[in-house]
C-alpha cells in the first residue's frame, strides 16, 4: 500500500537522529518534572477537587509529557508552507496520491518514531520520578491505543489546515502559534479541563484541543468520562470533511510564491 510505503520512508528517515533527540528527551522531562514539582506544592495538604490528588496528578502530567510527541509537537503546519514556498507543491500535488492523505502519512511517520524514541523514553524517565500507572482493565490499552490514534489524527488535521492556509498567506507562523497556544491553554496540558473554572471549563471538554490531549490521557487513567471518545471521533470526521474540501479549493487556488 502506497501510504505505508510514505509512512515507513518517514520513519526510517527520522531514525538518524536518534541521537540528538535524547537532548530534547531530558529537556522535556525536566520540564515534566518542574510541572509535577508545582502541582505537588499546590495539592500536598490541601482539599482534593475531583480526583486529583498528588499521585494522580503526577501520574497525569507524566503520561502527558508522553502524548504531546505523538498529538502536538507536530511539524509546523506539516511543513505545507515550506513546499509553497519552494514550489515542490506542484510536484506533490500531481502525485498519483491524495494530497490530504500523502502529507498525513509523511507526518504520521515520523510520530510513529517520535512513540517509539520519545514518549516511550520520557514515559520511563518520568516514571522512575513519580511511579509507574497500571490500568485495572486490559480492555484499557485498547482504548488508550484508540484514543491516542483519534488525538494524533485531529491533531494532524489541524495542524495540516494551518499548513495548507499558507496558499492563501505568505506567512502561517502567527497561525501556528495562535493553535499552539490553545492546544496548550484548553487541551489539558497546563491544567485538566475539568478544573478550568467557569464557562472556559463547560466549554474545553467539546473542543477539538481536548481530543488531543486530555481525553488520551484520562482514558489511560480510567478517568475519561464516557462521551469523550464520542467528542474526539466526532472532530476527527468534522475536520476531515473540512480539510477534503480546503485541500480541493487549494488545487484550484494553486499558486506558486515567486513564479
Known amino acids: 500500500m502506497v501510504y505505508w510505503r510514505i509512512i515507513r520512508k518517514s520513519y526510517r528517515r527520522n531514525l538518524q537522529y536518534r541521537l540528538s533527540h535524547v537532548v530534547n528527551n ?21 482539599q482534593v477537587y475531583g480526583p486529583y490528588d498528588v499521585k494522580t496528578m503526577g501520574y497525569y502530567i507524566a503520561i502527558c509529557q508522553s502524548v504531546l510527541w505523538m498529538t502536538t509537537f507536530l511539524s509546523p503546519g506539516l511543513n505545507v508552507q515550506i ?14 496520491v491524495h494530497y490530504l492523505w500523502y502529507m498525513l502519512s509523511q507526518e504520521f511517520g515520523r510520530l510513529l518514531y517520535n512513540a517509539c524514541y520519545r514518549s516511550v523514553p520520557i514515559g520511563l524517565l518520568l516514571g522512575l520520578a513519580v511511579g509507574f500507572f497500571f490500568p485495572s482493565h486490559l480492555f484499557t490499552y485498547f482504548w488508550f491505543i484508540l484514543s491516542l490514534l483519534l488525538g494524533t489524527y485531529v491533531g494532524m488535521l489541524l495542524f495540516y489546515l494551518a499548513g495548507i492556509s499558507s496558499f492563501w498567506t505568505t506567512e502561517i507562523r502567527w497561525v501556528h502559534l495562535i493553535l499552539l497556544s490553545l492546544i496548550f491553554g484548553l487541551g489539558g496540558q497546563m ?6 473554572p467557569g464557562m472556559i471549563g463547560k466549554v474545553a471538554p467539546y473542543l477539538p484541543f481536548s481530543a488531543m490531549i486530555y481525553y488520551p490521557v484520562m482514558t489511560l487513567l480510567e478517568l475519561a468520562p464516557p462521551y469523550g471518545m464520542l467528542v474526539q471521533a466526532g ?5 476531515t470533511v473540512v480539510a477534503l474540501l480546503v485541500t480541493n ?4 487556488k494553486l499558486e506558486i510564491q515567486g513564479g
Do not use: E, N
Open 26 to 46: 531530558v529537556a522535556s522531562s525536566i520540564f515534566g518534572l518542574v510541572f509535577i514539582a508545582i502541582w505537588t506544592g499546590v495539592l500536598s495538604g490541601k
Open 83 to 96: 513546499a509553497v514556498r519552494s514550489g515542490a507543491v506542484s510536484l506533490d500535488m500531481i502525485k498519483p
Open 191 to 196: 491544567i485538566p479541563i475539568d478544573l478550568m
Open 235 to 239: 472532530w476527527a470526521l468534522a475536520l
Open 249 to 252: 479549493m487549494a488545487r484550484r
